[in-house]
């Protein structure tokens, strides 16, 4: 049996994340085939064909995520994790020696395990457990803000006229009808329901009780506090991407447990990131490593109540990713969580526990052990349901790309601390972010659609409106 970091001799060396990353792989836990210990490993190369971690609450899914993230930074990967419970901001803070940590790693082999702190960035929509995260309305765009205000179709016609009538304007002569955050869209759609005679014949029917009703929901929407979210400087997704001074890729953290009161924005924001991602990071095929690892928790959120076009988003977006060099992971509870289109894209898979009291629950266990590539020695259904905490079944792609044989695996402890970091120290570390800090933490509210509508409305305004569309002819400039 290998020393406990106790019983190590003085002359041992200090552990290394890096220990855990070997021959372009990081380290997920080991299985035992026959009387060997193997090694189950993420090849970095592969990681941008995404995965899947699900399992039962309680089950050790958090402390895998932990795990996932460690090895990935550790390997120079620049990691984003949605953190739903608080626990995962442990990865800024060195870990304990507990027995129960030691006793796996020795169970798995582990002759030098030990503890370490990781780089972090903290970040939060509501701006209140890290940096302000913020998007303007027009980024996100008609489709996601339809999602997140819950809207029809005859609705969110309404609303994509909103975002026409304004990019007309704009190419007309005034740049700055831009919609940036709540305000400037509730300007547009109560100029629009006042114009709506004037511009039925270019744009269509506008009623004024679908005017009421976006209104409505726009005014739920900021009692949510998702009016901290809209606005600028806008997030620049390369602030992602970042390492630390070590080459290790820093871990980005979004505090998400108040967020998750109103899961339809924390979903619809994740859809948002990753369809920044795709848009604006450049092509880049398969490298040696992803250029960014993406770990979405609770995962189920975003398929809930989606429309086809939403759903079509999101398959084109995971589809298409991994040429960015962004690897995805999906957590959620079953492999059932997610549509069967989506799932197909998901090439590693880490399954905890599932209990299957009722029939339904049978059924999806059965379905999951069918995902995997059959290991004749082992019974996959009833493993699944004989997991313990902090085991899975693992299977991984390897070699050209083809998914492993399914094996019982004891996931490594992590070298950074389980559980939460004390509001002390998750202030520390922000405070200790000078670069973002500077970048994100004052909120920018310049000229845009709401105050450009006020003035025209003003006889002053009126009159500067008219002359200053014609302000190249007049030299004037806005």
């Known amino acids: 049996m290998p020393p406990s970091p106790q019983s190590s001799p003085p002359d041992t060396p200090l552990p290394d994340p890096r220990d855990y990353v070997q021959d372009g792989a990081v380290l997920i836990g080991c299985s035992r085939q026959g009387h060997d210990l193997v090694p189950e490993c993420i090849e970095l190369r592969l990681a941008n064909r995404h995965g899947l971690v699900t399992g039962a609450t309680g089950t050790g899914k958090t402390v895998t995520l932990q795990v996932l993230a460690e090895g990935f930074s550790a390997a120079g990967v620049p990691v984003f994790a949605a953190d739903i419970k608080g626990d995962l901001s442990g990865v800024g803070a060195k870990g304990e020696p507990k027995p129960n940590l030691v006793q796996r790693a020795q169970e798995i082999g582990l002759a030098r395990y030990g503890n370490a702190a990781f780089p972090v960035a903290f970040w939060d929509v509501l701006g209140e457990q890290g940096h302000p995260v913020r998007a303007t309305v027009q980024e996100m765009g008609p489709l996601l803000l339809s999602r997140l205000l819950e809207l029809t179709e005859p609705q969110e016609g309404v609303l994509n006229i909103a975002f026409r009538w304004a990019e007309d304007e704009r190419k007309a002569g005034d740049p700055k009808m831009e919609i940036l955050d709540l305000k400037d869209l509730r300007g547009v759609i109560d100029e629009m329901g006042k114009q709506a005679t004037a511009l039925r014949s270019k744009y269509g029917n506008i009623a004024p009780a679908t005017v009421g009703v976006i209104q409505r929901s726009l005014l739920v929407l900021e009692s949510q506090g998702a009016e901290k979210f809209f606005g600028e400087p806008a997030l620049d997704i390369n602030d992602f991407l970042r390492t630390g001074p070590d080459g290790r890729g820093v871990i980005n953290i979004l505090s998400a447990e108040r967020l998750m009161n109103t899961p339809r924005l924390y979903a619809t924001f ?49 589809r298409l990713i991994r040429s960015k060099g962004v690897g995805v992971f999906y957590v959620t509870q079953s492999p059932s969580d997610i549509p069967d289109r989506i799932s197909a894209q ?116 009126q009159v500067k409106d008219k002359i200053l569309r014609f302000g190249n002819l007049f030299n004037l400039n806005r």
């Open 346 to 461: 998901l090439g590693n898979r880490i399954q905890h526990a599932l209990r299957a009291f009722t029939p339904k629950e049978q059924k999806a266990v059965r379905a999951a052990a069918q995902t995997f590539r059959k290991n004749p020695e082992l019974n996959t259904e009833r493993v699944i349901q004989e997991l313990q905490v902090g085991e899975a079944l693992v299977s991984v792609l390897h070699n050209k790309g083809e998914p492993s044989v399914v094996q019982r695996t004891l996931v490594r402890p992590p070298m950074s601390r389980v559980g939460p970091l004390s509001p002390q120290e998750r202030q520390a570390l922000i405070v200790g972010d000078a670069a973002n800090r500077q970048k994100y933490a004052q909120t920018l509210d310049r000229e845009s659609a709401h105050e450009r509508l006020k003035a025209r409305n003003s006889t002053v305004g």
């Open 270 to 318: 994740l859809l948002w990131l990753l369809s920044e991602l795709f848009e604006k990071l450049p092509e880049v095929g398969d490298l040696e490593k992803p250029k960014l690892v993406f770990l979405f928790d609770e995962a189920h959120l975003l398929f809930n109540g989606a429309r086809a076009a939403v759903l079509d988003q999101i398959e084109r977006v995971t």
